[in-house]
């Protein structure tokens, strides 16, 4: 990815900056890349017409422009207004506000970032940058969390007087930060009066470790109040699969079959939610009796269109499942007994 950079702004004025910077300090592998540069837009379709991405402006106001790369890799091109030290003056945290020459040169660290790396520190680059966007709270957060770090003294102070403006940014950017908090970012949200201000509780924490999944965590700590967030509509059904099931009456096959009409695609995750994880050999069982064709179709019933078909289907799902009856035959003797 950079090395296209390179070639593209080749005589321009161009720096490495954001979280490439930071994680190539750090040596983590680069998964993004994030170029400060005087014309973003043409920069980002001339990358686009080289590469093969596909080129959009990241906001009307801002100016940045991204690509979209293979496996879900970004280039995005942010507008050089100023000088770099003003640039740099508007980021976040201070390990975020260093930056690189991209045709070669010394960093450029007006806030001793790097320092702040290597003492594996979060701090804001002055006492606005909360105010500016709300989100940097939970993306301290976020770093604190993702890195192994920790909020610099009076970065944490300033995150606590204004944890109340948690709730302004779009809900699009709050869900994609929150999707990446580990149990303990979960923890540390709530420590920090975060939490609540998005309508989320630790009350079902102990069953948060259960499922290594940011939406299984999205479920446990934000419940209900999930609703508010612009989530998809898997996502969706995810969470009500969940929140709205009840745990299996028993271990019988029957009882599995009543939950994981409930609950699949998702029912392994129902049960570690419902701390009945116990039951996972048992429904990997049941999941390996389904049959890979129903005894009978809507329209071998011989009854008019309408909700009894599904129902009457369903019950033969069921006692197939509890093994009270294996053939067409008497799947048709069940349809019998009950359209009498």
């Not at 009307?60 to 000088?83: I, K």
């Not at 260093?98 to 806030?111: K, M, T």
Request: hydrophobic residues 40%; charged residues 30%; proline residues 5%.
């Amino acid at each position: 990815m950079l090395e296209a950079a390179v070639e593209l702004l080749a005589g321009e004025e161009a720096y490495v900056v954001g979280g490439t910077v930071r994680d190539e300090l750090l040596g983590r592998e680069i998964l993004d890349l994030d170029i400060a540069c005087r014309e973003p837009e043409r920069a980002a379709r001339a990358y686009a017409d080289r590469g093969g991405g596909a080129p959009f402006p990241l906001s009307a106001t801002h100016g940045g422009w991204r690509v979209a790369l293979e496996a879900g890799r970004t280039v995005d091109f942010t507008p050089l207004r100023g000088s770099i030290e003003d640039d740099l003056a508007t980021r976040d945290f201070t390990i975020n506000a260093v930056a690189r020459p991209l045709h070669g040169g010394g960093h450029v660290d007006p806030f001793d970032g790097r320092g702040d790396l290597d003492r594996k520190l979060v701090r804001a680059v002055d006492a606005g940058v909360f105010e500016r966007d709300p989100l940097r709270l939970l993306r301290a957060v976020r770093f604190e969390d993702e890195l192994g770090f920790a909020m610099e003294r009076r970065t944490e102070r300033l995150v606590r007087e204004q944890a109340g403006l948690v709730s302004r940014p779009a809900g699009e950017r709050v869900l994609d930060v929150v999707l990446r908090l580990s149990v303990e970012g979960w923890r540390r949200l709530d420590d920090l009066g975060l939490l609540e201000p998005l309508g989320g509780s630790l009350d079902l924490v102990a069953r948060a470790g259960a499922v290594d999944s940011g939406k299984y965590r999205l479920v446990v700590f934000l419940q209900d109040s999930l609703g508010l967030l612009p989530v998809s509509r898997d996502l969706r059904r995810y969470a009500v699969a969940l929140l709205r099931s009840s745990p299996p009456a028993g271990s019988s096959s029957r009882d599995l079959h009543r939950f994981r009409r409930r609950t699949e695609p998702w029912a392994l995750d129902a049960l570690a939610f419902h701390e009945r994880s116990d039951l996972a050999d048992a429904l990997a069982r049941s999941r390996a009796a389904d049959a890979a064709e129903p005894l009978l179709r809507g329209d071998e019933l011989g009854l008019p269109a309408g909700p009894q078909i599904g129902d009457l289907l369903e019950l033969i799902a069921e006692e197939r499942a509890a093994g009270t009856i294996s053939t067409r035959e008497e799947a048709l003797e069940l349809v019998r007994r009950h359209t009498r």
